[in-house]
């Protein structure tokens, strides 16, 4: 099986930094369900905030050691910073799926929010579908709506949108891993 893994976090205010390191144990626990090597699992990483960061691509680290150290140093882009999905879709786009990539392999991304986006993301999530990347919604607190989960996640929506808060972000977790369809996990807490 070879997927390129990639996952947008929340890093803008609408997170607190403690909820923030939660969103990146999320991460670890996600893709620590799936076989990450060279030739099967690729993970890359990005910040969602005013502005978007690529922690790094596909073909950077190839073993989960790698991965947890790179995630571990992670920095949180602050209280200031203002929740720009669109660019961060975009820039998923270039520097996850564009260009170099592997061929013939699935493309998946999962987007872990903590609240509402400031510029649109209608253009940025056409250009990833048209680009056959899958999108999944891990949304986290009560001040989203559907609509909003609706145009972010790939459809059929109801298969791909997990709405839950900060108590319940294991069982996301775990939901979400589930709908991937790479592996199968045992709950555990984060």
Same mark, same amino acid.
């Given at each position: 099986?070879?997927?390129? &893994?990639?996952?947008?976090?929340?890093?803008?205010?609408?997170?607190?930094?403690?909820?923030? @390191?939660?969103?990146?144990?999320?991460?670890?626990?996600?893709?620590?369900?799936?076989?990450?090597?060279?030739?099967?699992?690729?993970? !890359?990483? !990005?910040?969602?905030?005013?502005?978007?960061?690529?922690?790094?691509?596909?073909? +950077?680290?190839?073993?989960?050691?790698?991965?947890?150290?790179?995630?571990?140093?992670?920095?949180?882009?602050?209280?200031?910073?203002?929740?720009?999905?669109?660019?961060?879709?975009?820039? @998923?786009?270039?520097?996850?799926? !564009?260009?170099?990539?592997?061929?013939?392999?699935?493309?998946?991304?999962?987007? &872990?929010?903590?609240?509402?986006?400031?510029?649109?993301?209608?253009?940025?999530?056409?250009?990833?579908?048209?680009?056959?990347?899958?999108?999944?919604?891990?949304?986290? !607190?009560?001040?989203?709506?559907?609509?909003?989960?609706?145009?972010?996640?790939?459809?059929?929506?109801?298969?791909?949108?997990?709405?839950?808060?900060?108590?319940?972000?294991?069982?996301?977790?775990?939901?979400?891993? +589930?709908?991937?369809?790479?592996?199968?996990?045992?709950?555990? +807490?984060?």
């Amino acid at each position: 099986m070879e997927v390129n &893994l990639g996952f947008l976090v929340d890093g803008s205010k609408n997170v607190h930094q403690q909820n923030f @390191a939660a969103l990146l144990e999320t991460v670890k626990y996600i893709y620590s369900a799936f076989p990450i090597s060279r030739h099967d699992v690729r993970v !890359g990483l !990005g910040i969602i905030s005013t502005n978007p960061e690529v922690i790094f691509r596909f073909d +950077k680290y190839f073993t989960k050691t790698q991965i947890d150290m790179a995630v571990n140093d992670v920095d949180y882009p602050g209280s200031g910073s203002a929740a720009h999905v669109g660019k961060a879709l975009t820039a @998923a786009k270039d520097l996850f799926y !564009g260009t170099g990539n592997r061929k013939r392999v699935r493309k998946v991304l999962v987007v &872990l929010l903590g609240g509402k986006y400031l510029d649109d993301v209608t253009e940025p999530i056409k250009t990833l579908r048209d680009s056959n990347v899958e999108v999944f919604c891990i949304a986290i !607190g009560n001040n989203l709506d559907s609509t909003y989960l609706t145009t972010v996640a790939s459809m059929p929506t109801s298969l791909h949108s997990v709405v839950t808060d900060y108590d319940t972000l294991a069982e996301g977790a775990l939901e979400t891993i +589930k709908k991937l369809e790479i592996a199968k996990v045992k709950y555990s +807490k984060l």
